[in-house]
């Protein structure tokens, strides 16, 4: 089976195909696992396919005694039941629960909480999905992730297709059952991607909880310096110099301690230390950081082919900076005059939507004065 096409990315989907990458059977359940958009029995038949490749191959025990004892085939085989069982639950009628549901609207690119704009509570499951299916007449909802509450405290929920079909199913509170449903969380995967210091990049995953944007510029977008899964290799393709000198720059590493960083992770890390760092805006300063959430790990983004806009402008100078293709004096300039632009566009709006046309003709700034002022 072609385990690249379950990669969110499809970016690093398309270069491991190109360099023929073999993933191992525990990169291989986890990008399965991880696959977004793909339905859960397809996941399945992957997961079949993995037990038929590997069925005794003993998997690594992580933290939290996750695969201890376990091979590929018991694991999975275990997995399925119980987040079958999951899902059983969910669409059972009659606990003492109630549900909700939220959508992922195509037109917004983002998520919502129900039609109402606020949680209107179901007795079931099928309560919930049927009111979200009535409001996609217009085909906009993408996705709809529907949730229930036990009195107890409790929760579970699925994301779903419009038509029902299930794309995956979580417990995220109450007891967990560490072992099996949540052992993917203790994973840590090193898998080769096309990006390159200086790339802008752009999450593919959207977090239902991230804020609106309404300046039009992009949730998330990155210029790339680092990723934790660089090793010595790595860090010399992307121009990082060798040091020992604990007060190096970004551009240094000390590439022994990186190489046994990711011995650590190997054995040791998890979700959250999949990470990128780099250069991102939050409103008009730039900042320096590593990327957060599990939707915000490095197999979760793609380069951004878009159009920048708003003050996003400025990440392509910042790019190209640090690519060596512009002096540090025109980034500068740039950055100062895309802020002066971005004010006066915020400005004008506002004054356009608070005063009328003869108002903003007699302060100067209407269209009306103009035309006076050319005759």
């Known amino acids: 089976m072609d385990f690249t096409k379950f990669l969110n990315s499809k970016d690093i989907a398309t270069y491991l195909r190109r360099i023929r990458y073999e993933f191992t059977p525990e990169q291989a359940m986890y990008v399965v696992h991880a696959a977004a958009e793909i339905p859960l029995a397809e996941k399945y038949?992957?997961?079949e396919e993995l037990i038929e490749l590997y069925p005794d191959h003993a998997l690594r025990e992580r933290r939290q005694g996750v695969f201890k004892d376990q091979t590929v085939a018991s694991f999975l085989r275990t997995y399925m039941e119980r987040e079958s069982a999951l899902l059983a639950e969910l669409k059972r009628d009659g606990d003492d629960a109630v549900c909700t549901y939220d959508y992922f609207s195509k037109e917004e690119d983002a998520w919502f909480q129900d039609g109402y704009g606020h949680h209107v509570?179901?007795?079931?499951?099928?309560?919930?999905?049927?009111?979200?299916?009535s409001e996609n007449a217009d085909g906009n909802i993408a996705k709809i992730t529907v949730t229930k509450r036990y009195f107890?405290?409790?929760t579970i929920e699925a994301t779903l297709l419009p038509d029902g079909t299930c794309l995956k199913s979580d417990e995220i509170s109450g007891e967990r059952d560490d072992a099996f449903l949540h052992a993917f969380d203790w994973m840590w995967v090193k898998i080769p991607t096309p990006f390159r210091f200086g790339d802008i990049l752009a999450p593919v995953l959207k977090n239902k909880w991230d804020p609106d944007t309404p300046d039009g510029s992009i949730k998330g977008l990155i210029v790339l310096t680092d990723m934790e899964t660089w090793g010595s290799e790595e860090l010399k393709k992307n121009g990082f110099r060798n040091t020992k000198t604990p007060n190096y720059t970004r551009r240094e590493q000390n590439f022994a301690i990186r190489d046994r960083l990711i011995e650590k992770h190997e054995e040791y890390g998890d979700e959250s230390?999949?990470?990128?760092?780099?250069?991102?805006?939050?409103?008009?300063?730039?900042?320096?950081?590593?990327?957060?959430?599990?939707?915000q790990g490095y197999l979760n983004y793609e380069r951004f082919r878009g159009e920048l806009k708003g003050h996003d402008r400025m990440l392509r100078s910042v790019s190209n900076f640090l690519k060596g293709e512009l002096e540090l004096e025109l980034m500068l300039k740039a950055h100062r005059l895309i802020c002066a632009e971005e004010e006066y566009r915020a400005r004008r709006s506002d004054m356009v939507s608070f005063y009328t046309d003869e108002g903003l003709?007699?302060?100067?700034?209407?269209?009306?004065?103009?035309?006076?002022?050319g005759k």
Do not use: P, W
């Open 273 to 295: 230390d999949m990470l990128l760092f780099g250069y991102f805006l939050d409103g008009v300063d730039l900042c320096y950081d590593h990327t957060l959430g599990i939707e």
């Open 121 to 133: 509570v179901y007795r079931n499951f099928s309560e919930a999905l049927g009111d979200a299916q």
């Open 45 to 47: 038949a992957a997961y």
């Open 361 to 373: 003709a007699l302060a100067g700034i209407g269209k009306e004065y103009k035309d006076r002022q």
């Open 152 to 154: 107890s405290g409790r």
